[in-house]
């Protein structure tokens, strides 16, 4: 058994017990460098630090040192100024790369167990609202959910390297990655990988891997990947938001297991987990009721004695324990004194085949209505090229008069690429809100760029709600000849030191049509010496336009 207790992380080491690797870390080291910064905390006189620290084996150190120096950490959820600001008054010091840990160390502070009630961990959250929001943790509460993390999954991850796709500023990642595999021996990857390809590559340097993905990673990953050698993964767990049932689907196929979902948050940790059903399970010793609107409460060993956690998730509960999650109360709206529930139109535009993803919210002009941000499934996006924008509202409108009366139906209907979710996984209310209020694009997304021998190519996602399709045409949506120019030029002027006169077009093809949500990748080489700036916009599989724009030349 090579377990410690998160208590006695300080206390004792077994060997060899390695920590992370690139650079290598093992426990022994990890503690030296503990005590060291404890001892520099402690000879500042700090009381509160704010942690901010990508690499997980440095976030280990910081968390590990502050508490023996008894002093109390705070995790930001990003750096942005508005987040300095906001939490200024509540800190003594920002810890925010290696930079600041190694001004710090000093010489170390004797090896002590950790005290489970006065070591303090602030965690922030922005909450359903958008509103940030500070909790606070005990290392006690920390320590409970950690061992029955262990108790429920530890022998199926045997030695298993932990690789993680979500930050650990938050308490899913902070947990999985960090906490836990220190306090079971496993090696942990320190970096966030945010892409299926990077996931890939890291699993491929251990025997024995295991991930702790976002639901958003987990339903990217396409047939690219190399699946049958990661098919020796050990387990998936998922959690930051529902995991599409078609991608858990998937998922079971290609790794011959389906992914654990895990049900939480930072107010109440851990509260149930799912594989392979549609009900929750409860964690052991965690207790769950309802109060009289139906919502959830939680009462257990991840919270302070004697204190139930009010939430907002309407909930069902079966016979024997487990429950059915109905979507959050807290996100039905008036309009016109009639209460409308946002989950329940949400899921019944996920049900029409066109859809893949949908948000709604309350957009405020004259009188409130509702708009809808949707992800198109492929039959949605086949749909929008050969029927046109209006076509397809109409009929997504039409669809959800069987759900709910007309004052319900979306007034205003964006059409996005993918959701931009945060680091949590989870799209904030008001980002929704922010999203419904903005004008449709009018430029594309440049996914990729790099540059070889003086020439820039570019990887583009048209948008599939791009203003200029509006008219052009309206049941087969074509972009204009003229915007594909006005592209080349806007990012040439981006990317160049490019002349500011427009002075005309030469050998201008336009061969390939370009469609909503179609990738393209476009070259850009700027001849100075002539004051030509050559162009060309490919697709997958043909040339779809060319040209040079002439510009005033540079000795002009």
């Known amino acids: 058994m090579n377990w410690i207790n998160l208590e006695r992380l300080l206390l004792e080491s077994h060997e060899p017990r390695a920590v992370t690797f690139d650079p290598p870390l093992d426990h022994a080291g990890l503690s030296h460098r503990a005590l060291r910064l404890a001892a520099g905390l402690q000879a500042r006189g700090l009381k509160q630090i704010a942690v901010h620290l990508e690499d997980a084996g440095e976030l280990a150190i910081a968390l590990l040192g502050a508490w023996r120096a008894g002093v109390g950490v705070l995790l930001p959820a990003d750096l942005q100024e508005q987040t300095r600001q906001r939490w200024a008054t509540d800190v003594d010091l920002w810890l925010t790369d290696s930079a600041g840990l190694d001004a710090l160390y000093a010489e170390p502070l004797g090896a002590a167990e950790l005290d489970l009630d006065s070591c303090r961990l602030s965690l922030c959250t922005s909450g359903s609202s958008g509103e940030p929001k500070r909790i606070d943790k005990s290392l006690r509460l920390l320590a409970n959910e950690v061992l029955a993390l262990e108790q429920l999954w530890g022998a199926s991850l045997a030695q298993a390297c932990i690789i993680g796709s979500v930050a650990t500023q938050h308490i899913y990642g902070l947990l999985f990655r960090v906490l836990w595999p220190l306090c079971a021996g496993r090696t942990l990857v320190r970096t966030q990988l945010a892409f299926p390809e990077d996931l890939q590559r890291a699993s491929r340097e251990h025997p024995q891997f295991a991930w702790v993905a976002s639901p958003a990673l987990l339903k990217r990953m396409g047939d690219n990947l190399d699946w049958p050698a990661l098919s020796q993964v050990r387990r998936v767990f998922s959690s930051g938001g529902a995991l599409p049932p078609e991608a858990a689907a998937s998922l079971r196929q290609r790794l011959r297991q389906w992914p654990t979902e895990i049900l939480g948050s930072s107010e109440t940790g851990g509260i149930a987990w799912r594989q392979d059903n549609p009900l929750w399970q409860p964690f052991a010793d965690v207790c769950l009721s309802q109060d009289s609107d139906g919502a959830l409460r939680v009462a257990s060993p991840y919270l302070p004695a004697g204190h139930v956690e009010q939430t907002a998730d309407a909930v069902r509960f079966a016979a024997d324990g487990r429950f059915e999650l109905l979507g959050r109360l807290d996100r039905i709206v008036k309009l016109e004194e009639k209460r409308i529930s946002l989950p329940m139109l949400e899921q019944a535009l996920i049900e029409h085949p066109w859809v893949a993803e949908a948000r709604l919210g309350v957009v405020q002009?004259?009188?409130?209505?509702?708009?809808?941000?949707?992800?198109?499934?492929?039959?949605?996006?086949?749909?929008?090229?050969?029927?046109?924008?209006?076509?397809?509202?109409?009929?997504?409108?039409?669809?959800?008069?069987?759900?709910?009366?007309?004052?319900?139906?979306?007034?205003?209907?964006?059409?996005?690429?993918?959701?931009?979710?945060?680091?949590?996984?989870?799209?904030?209310?008001?980002?929704?809100?922010?999203?419904?209020?903005?004008?449709?694009?009018?430029?594309?997304?440049?996914?990729?760029?790099?540059?070889?021998?003086?020439?820039?190519?570019?990887?583009?996602?048209?948008?599939?709600?791009?203003?200029?399709?509006?008219?052009?045409?309206?049941?087969?949506?074509?972009?204009?000849?003229?915007?594909?120019?006005?592209?080349?030029?806007?990012?040439?002027?981006?990317?160049?030191?490019?002349?500011?006169?427009?002075?005309?077009?030469?050998?201008?093809?336009?061969?390939?049509?370009?469609?909503?949500?179609?990738?393209?990748?476009?070259?850009?080489?700027?001849?100075?010496?002539?004051?030509?700036?050559?162009?060309?916009?490919r697709n997958a599989t043909a040339a779809c336009s060319s040209g040079r724009i002439v510009l005033e030349a540079a000795h002009a």
């Not at 397809?392 to 139906?409: D, M, P, S």
């Open 365 to 537: 002009e004259n009188r409130a209505y509702l708009g809808a941000l949707l992800v198109l499934s492929e039959q949605g996006l086949h749909g929008l090229r050969n029927q046109g924008r209006r076509a397809l509202t109409e009929t997504l409108r039409k669809h959800l008069l069987g759900h709910c009366e007309a004052l319900a139906l979306p007034r205003r209907w964006r059409l996005l690429r993918q959701l931009p979710l945060n680091a949590q996984g989870k799209l904030p209310q008001a980002d929704v809100q922010a999203l419904l209020r903005a004008p449709r694009p009018k430029g594309p997304e440049v996914l990729a760029q790099h540059q070889t021998d003086g020439e820039w190519l570019l990887q583009l996602a048209v948008p599939p709600d791009l203003a200029y399709f509006s008219g052009h045409f309206p049941s087969t949506p074509v972009l204009p000849g003229v915007v594909q120019m006005d592209w080349a030029l806007d990012l040439g002027r981006r990317l160049l030191e490019l002349p500011a006169k427009f002075v005309g077009m030469e050998v201008l093809k336009f061969q390939q049509l370009v469609r909503p949500g179609d990738r393209l990748e476009l070259s850009l080489r700027f001849d100075r010496e002539r004051g030509k700036l050559h162009f060309a916009f």
